[in-house]
């Protein structure tokens, strides 16, 4: 963990300050126009989703390497100690959790885990190709994209009695699973 703050210190300072100055300007803004709540799911997007992007487009001192076998890297996370398998697991788990937990708030048409799994698998794959090619001493790791997409779809399931209401009340009868 301390490598972590001491490499996105900055990072995670800046984004915990500026959270509550968008989430009030936003609001403020959207007071005048549609919604609060879409005012809220934006900025948690932009909010939450900001500061990892930048965390996982940081380079790193090491050579680029691709890891496409599955549960492969998942091991060396928890067998080291216990700061590794919380940056790492955890890291992961939250890296697309604002996506998520957002994401079918703010667009009705995402508002099904299944949407908000594929768009998650989608981005996450995205992310590591992009790693790939910037060659910037990231792992891109099929184990990545793995543990982004669960832990959007976990963040997604948290915030389902949101989305599931204004699915409803837009007349969406079908299955919320859809």
């Known amino acids: ?26 609001y403020r803004w959207r007071c005048r126009s549609t919604s609060r709540r879409y005012a809220a799911a934006e900025v948690g997007l932009i909010a939450g989703s900001l500061p990892w992007a930048v965390m996982l487009f ?17 091991p060396s996370w928890v067998s080291g ?17 604002a996506f998520g937990f957002f994401l079918p708030m703010r667009f009705t048409a995402m508002a099904s885990l ?19 090619v910037l060659a910037i001493g990231r792992v891109s790791s099929v184990d990545d994209v793995l ?3 669960l832990g959007a779809v976990l963040a997604a399931s948290a915030s389902r009695r949101w989305w599931a209401d204004e699915r409803r009340r837009f007349g969406q009868t079908a299955s919320l699973g859809t």
């Open 1 to 26: 963990m301390g490598a972590v703050w001491r490499n996105h210190g900055t990072t995670i300072m800046l984004a915990a300050l500026l959270l509550p100055v968008l989430s009030f300007a936003a």
């Open 58 to 74: 940081t380079p790193q001192k090491a050579a680029r390497s691709v890891d496409l076998v599955p549960l492969h890297d998942l």
């Open 81 to 97: 100690t216990a700061d590794t398998g919380v940056a790492q697991l955890g890291g992961n788990l939250l890296v697309l959790a």
């Open 114 to 132: 299944r949407r908000v799994l594929v768009a998650a698998v989608a981005t996450s794959a995205s992310v590591e190709a992009l790693q790939w």
């Open 147 to 149: 543990v982004n997409t």
